[in-house]
């Protein structure tokens, strides 16, 4: 019995130890998830203030159109995945939404475990690099990825590029946003003209490149900001699961050693109370043989007269 209960003691340590290593996770996981949010207002707005300023340089140049693309043959398809597992099925949440559209496109697969499982589904990855483990190399994930669509167009020609990135809410969860990235997607109408025009110091076609690798690098940066947040937000929700199964499984050990260190007591008094009555038994069974047995010798007492 005793071998048992120090069984279950080194169950429950080791529980301990899993339990320590998942709510260190869960902070972590929860810090950078906050870390990523607190970016996005930022990030959204530096997007918006780039495509006011292509919208401003287009009525300058009288509503002129950004570059035209080829929409037949191969095309490129910016997938964010996952870094690390523990996200539950995040992972495959991105390769799912991805997989109708790999057909005729080129993919550029951002995350370690992402692709390791593309390999494991079989998919072609044209381009691959790990997502940021830390907030602050976003922007040179962002970089990453321009260099490699405009290494991937000088190869191909102007062709479209699109997105696919989660992105997580407190009302719906995680959900697959699909978004293109070149051509540039300006549906808004074009700025009131103002009063006084703007003093520009480059041409038009100059200004509209610039603000145009502007606007690509901070769609980039939104996008992988929110896969950022999106993946440790999942990895968060992960993790709250398997400490409240951690917790439960304790909870079920220490009852185990309760019930097990119980059952020895009981064994012990049992054996006791057993030994009792049979001593007990024995004696009301051979009275003589108690009987008989020689009393302990007693000193003889000396009596010295005076």
């Not at 509503?63 to 191969?74: E, I, S």
């Amino acid at each position: 019995m005793s071998e048992r209960l120090a069984e279950i003691g080194q169950r429950i340590a080791a529980i301990g130890q899993l339990g320590a290593v998942v709510n260190a996770m869960r902070g972590i996981a929860a810090a950078r998830a906050r870390q990523g949010r607190a970016l996005l207002p930022a990030i959204q707005a530096y997007a918006e203030t780039t495509a006011r300023a292509i919208r401003e340089a287009q009525r300058l140049a009288g509503g002129a159109a950004m570059a035209d693309l080829r929409t037949a043959g191969r095309r490129g398809l910016i997938v964010f995945g996952a870094e690390q597992g523990f996200a539950g099925a995040f992972v495959e949440q991105a390769l799912d939404a991805a997989a109708p559209e790999l057909d005729g496109a080129d993919l550029f697969l951002l995350g370690t475990r992402a692709a390791i499982l593309a390999g494991e589904h079989g998919y072609a990855v044209a381009w691959t690099a790990p997502m940021p483990s830390r907030a602050e190399a976003l922007p040179a994930t962002a970089i990453l990825i321009a260099a490699a669509i405009e290494d991937y167009l000088d190869r191909t020609g102007a062709v479209p590029i699109g997105m696919i990135y989660p992105i997580s809410t407190a009302e719906r969860g995680t959900t697959m946003t699909r978004r293109g990235l070149l051509p540039l997607d300006l549906a808004a109408t074009l700025p009131q003209a103002p009063a006084e025009p703007p003093l520009i110091n480059l041409s038009v076609g100059q200004l509209l490149a610039q603000f145009g690798e502007e606007h690509v690098f901070a769609q980039l940066c939104e996008a992988a900001a929110e896969a950022f947040t999106a993946e440790n937000e999942a990895r968060l929700q992960a993790m709250a699961a398997a400490e409240a199964n951690v917790e439960s499984r304790l909870a079920a050990l220490q009852a185990e050693e309760r019930q097990t260190r119980q059952e020895e007591i009981t064994a012990e008094i049992v054996e006791l109370a057993a030994g009792a009555r049979s001593r007990a038994r024995s004696a009301r069974t051979h009275p003589d043989a108690a009987a008989s047995t020689p009393a302990a010798p007693q000193q003889e007492e000396k009596i010295t007269c005076p």
